[in-house]
């Protein structure tokens, strides 16, 4: 019997692949510090279960495929608040934004296409492209040039018969980048000059840390058939089990065809949906508490990450994350070295592998992403454990 092609092209998940190394090496005792996984530690606003106990439905029915009003309300809401009115039909459910994203490229690649992203790139993304048929074409990027890419001469000559879209994260995962208006502009205008989809991740929103504020590939009126937003509660409201998100765009012929996907898998769960409603009344001093918490981690991560020689890394300008080239030979096997044989006092870290952000073979190979999501005092361990670590490797 065989396996579909396309699902054996798809690589494990480099964040989630050290899983079996780190199960035993708890099993031996080993504390383990995790840097590999975006998942906040944040307290989920109490709003969310208030409102699932609140339920009181005789019957949990399926919602519609297109999501349950009180929900699909509360997004509209959210955008309004954000000077991005929208218009009924323009928001779906999904089941988190990985699902949104699924269902993106499923309905506009083809076999054979292309997908341009800027790379390193959230890994997912060359596994949806593969599902669809279609391949990551990478807009190149250097560590030493803070990963900036929103530049016309690196972008256009990338663009050929087989260019379908454009994606990017903003802010960005894994790098921590966040695009100016004038780079997110260039952005929109080669995606309508060229007649391509621009597929805006944009789940990381609330989280930036310098003068500019939240945007969203939505403000470019011009390009309002041609941008595809991804949302997601989960990084937002700290609610990944949620697994509640969103396809939103004002291209309707492109959200009839989505609609198909969202009938095919039937619905969101009900009760997740509910939940994800009331997070949307939360405060803007949850998110100004929350903002604040991530940028001490973040100049805590930075300032210990500077210490170490032969580290390459640029402040964060948002999300949750840091891209950084270490002075290893390998981060795949430096980290199979921290879970096998490492640890100081009976604890080690965990980091992701660079390569795995990459299409480009060869490239990302003593790279890492950091994710800060640990307290402070545990982030302080973890970034002495990685020094430690660095210096022990090292020094074999």
């Given at each position: 019997?065989?396996?579909?092609?396309?699902?054996?092209?798809?690589?494990?998940?480099?964040?989630?692949k050290?899983?079996?190394?780190?199960?035993?090496?708890?099993a031996?005792?080993?504390?383990?510090?995790?840097?590999?996984?975006?998942?906040?530690?944040?307290?989920?606003?109490?709003?969310?279960?208030e409102?699932?106990?609140?339920?009181?439905?005789?019957?949990?029915?399926?919602?519609?495929?297109?999501?349950?009003?009180?929900?699909?309300?509360?997004?509209?809401?959210?955008?309004?608040?954000?000077?991005?009115?929208?218009?009924?039909?323009?928001?779906?459910?999904?089941?988190?934004?990985?699902?949104?994203?699924?269902?993106?490229?499923?309905?506009?690649?083809?076999?054979?296409?292309?997908?341009?992203?800027?790379?390193?790139?959230?890994?997912?993304?060359?596994?949806?492209?593969q599902?669809?048929?279609?391949?990551?074409?990478?807009?190149?990027?250097?560590?030493?040039?803070?990963?900036?890419?929103?530049?016309?001469?690196?972008?256009?000559?990338?663009?050929?018969?087989?260019?379908?879209?454009?994606?990017?994260?903003?802010?960005?995962?894994?790098?921590?980048?966040?695009?100016?208006r004038?780079?997110?502009?260039?952005?929109a205008?080669?995606?309508?000059?060229?007649?391509?989809?621009?597929?805006?991740?944009?789940?990381?929103?609330?989280?930036?840390?310098?003068?500019?504020?939240?945007?969203?590939?939505?403000?470019?009126?011009?390009?309002?058939?041609?941008?595809?937003?991804?949302?997601?509660?989960?990084?937002?409201?700290?609610?990944?089990?949620?697994?509640?998100?969103?396809?939103?765009s004002?291209?309707?012929?492109?959200?009839?065809?989505?609609?198909?996907?969202?009938?095919?898998?039937?619905?969101?769960?009900?009760?997740?949906?509910?939940?994800?409603?009331?997070?949307y009344?939360?405060?803007?001093?949850?998110?100004?508490?929350?903002?604040?918490?991530?940028?001490?981690?973040?100049?805590?991560?930075?300032?210990?990450l500077?210490?170490?020689?032969?580290?390459?890394?640029?402040?964060?300008?948002?999300?949750f994350?840091?891209?950084?080239?270490?002075?290893?030979?390998?981060?795949?096997?430096?980290?199979?070295?921290?879970?096998?044989?490492f640890?100081?006092?009976?604890?080690?870290?965990?980091?992701?592998?660079?390569?795995?952000?990459?299409?480009?073979p060869?490239?990302?190979?003593?790279?890492?992403r950091?994710a800060?999501?640990?307290?402070?005092?545990?982030?302080?361990?973890?970034?002495?454990?990685?020094?430690?670590?660095?210096?022990?490797?090292?020094?074999?």
């Amino acid at each position: 019997m065989k396996i579909s092609e396309r699902v054996m092209n798809c690589e494990l998940s480099p964040i989630r692949k050290f899983t079996p190394l780190a199960d035993a090496a708890r099993a031996r005792g080993i504390s383990i510090y995790p840097l590999n996984i975006g998942q906040p530690d944040v307290e989920t606003p109490r709003e969310f279960f208030e409102a699932a106990r609140a339920f009181s439905d005789p019957v949990l029915e399926y919602a519609p495929s297109a999501g349950i009003p009180a929900y699909l309300d509360a997004v509209h809401g959210y955008y309004e608040r954000l000077g991005q009115p929208l218009e009924r039909g323009c928001i779906l459910a999904t089941a988190g934004g990985s699902e949104a994203l699924s269902f993106a490229t499923q309905c506009i690649l083809d076999e054979g296409t292309e997908l341009l992203a800027p790379e390193p790139f959230y890994p997912n993304y060359a596994a949806f492209a593969q599902l669809a048929g279609a391949r990551i074409r990478p807009i190149p990027t250097t560590a030493e040039e803070g990963y900036r890419y929103a530049e016309r001469d690196r972008i256009e000559p990338l663009i050929n018969e087989r260019t379908r879209a454009i994606i990017v994260t903003n802010p960005g995962n894994p790098t921590g980048n966040v695009l100016t208006r004038a780079e997110m502009r260039v952005l929109a205008d080669i995606a309508v000059e060229h007649g391509l989809y621009l597929i805006s991740d944009e789940v990381y929103r609330e989280f930036t840390y310098g003068e500019e504020s939240m945007a969203s590939m939505l403000e470019f009126e011009h390009a309002r058939d041609n941008v595809i937003v991804i949302d997601s509660v989960s990084k937002r409201f700290s609610a990944c089990g949620a697994r509640v998100g969103a396809l939103i765009s004002r291209n309707r012929e492109l959200m009839t065809q989505v609609m198909k996907l969202c009938q095919t898998r039937l619905c969101v769960a009900t009760l997740d949906q509910v939940g994800a409603a009331a997070l949307y009344n939360v405060g803007p001093e949850y998110f100004a508490g929350v903002r604040e918490e991530y940028m001490r981690r973040r100049d805590t991560a930075y300032e210990r990450l500077m210490r170490i020689p032969g580290v390459v890394c640029r402040k964060p300008e948002g999300a949750f994350y840091l891209m950084v080239k270490l002075p290893v030979d390998n981060t795949d096997t430096f980290q199979q070295w921290l879970l096998n044989e490492f640890n100081d006092h009976g604890e080690t870290v965990m980091l992701t592998p660079g390569e795995g952000f990459y299409a480009t073979p060869g490239k990302g190979v003593n790279e890492a992403r950091l994710a800060y999501v640990l307290k402070q005092d545990r982030l302080e361990r973890a970034m002495e454990l990685l020094a430690l670590g660095i210096e022990a490797y090292n020094n074999r």
